[in-house]
Each structure stands twice: as C-alpha cells, then as structure tokens.
C-alpha cells in the first residue's frame, strides 16, 4: 500500500488494493508500470524522512535518493514513445510495392497495416500510424496497378 510516482507522465499511482510486485496501468497517461515489490512508498516530501501521507502507516518514508524518478527515467530513454515495426514494414512494402514484387508486398502491406492498427490501439506507448497510412495507400496504388496489369476488374476489356 502507498503511492507511487509514474515513470512516463509523473503522476501519481496509489495502490490501495495490495499490487506490491505487479504491473499496473497508470490511470493518466495509460503507460504500464511494475510497482516494487515491497510496500514502501516514495516519499511525496522530496525523501526528508517524513511520513508519506498517502501510506497511512506512520512509519518515516524511506529515502530512495531520487527526488524526481520520472525526469531520471526519461533522461535514460524509458518515457519515449517507440514507433511500431509494423507500421514500418508497412510503408517499406507499400513503398517497394509500387516498383518490384507488387503481387508479393501488396497483401504483405495490408497484413501489417491491419496488425499495426491494433498494435497501436491497444498500447498507448507505440507511434506510427501516420507510416501506417500512408503504407497502406501505397498498397492501393499497387493492387490498382497489378489490376490495370493483368487486366481484372473495372480494367476489363
């Protein structure tokens, strides 16, 4: 039990129902966090020694020496946003799709267009769905172009 700071947006995470040791979701910026194993809370004072009021235990907070644990993680690179290998295989397709092997990178193209879109819907910490789109167009471009090619649909002679 006790409050805990969030490495990606600063805020604040308070475990009142006993997660000592599991991973939560912090209820700001919705980036998942593994609370520590014991239950000692970081000091909300700046690690004077007083008592947390978030704990309501009584004893003296313990001083971890970090005033800041969020600013220290994203000085280390643990609060960036990663963009996601799908949507860069996506694009990568999409755009080599356009010049060799369309029959080949063009279903290839909509697959990780299609798992890059629930990648990124489910976890907040992943970018790239601008790659995504415009991957995923360039996929239109190709199936458009193997259409005119072997002469299937509305190109029909």
């Not at 947390?52 to 004893?59: L, R, T």
């Not at 909509?110 to 890059?116: G, K, M, P």
């Not at 629930?118 to 193997?146: D, P, Q, T, V």
């Amino acid at each position: 039990m006790g409050t805990y700071q969030c490495p990606y947006c600063a805020g604040y995470v308070s475990d009142e129902g006993g997660l000592a040791g599991q991973v939560v979701m912090c209820p700001h910026c919705g980036g998942e966090m593994q609370l520590p194993r014991c239950a000692t809370a970081i000091p909300l004072d700046g690690g004077h020694g007083s008592t947390s009021p978030s704990s309501g235990s009584g004893f003296p907070a313990v001083d971890t020496g970090r005033t800041n644990l969020a600013a220290s993680y994203r000085r280390k690179g643990y609060g960036k946003r990663q963009t996601d290998i799908y949507a860069i295989v996506c694009f990568a397709s999409g755009l080599l799709g356009l010049f060799f092997l369309p029959e080949l990178l063009t279903p290839v193209c909509y697959i990780c267009a299609i798992v890059s879109h629930y990648r990124i819907k489910e976890n907040r910490n992943l970018k790239g769905n601008g790659l995504r789109i415009s991957g995923a167009l360039m996929g239109i471009a190709s199936m458009l172009f193997l259409f005119w090619k072997y002469q299937i649909g509305f190109f029909a002679p």
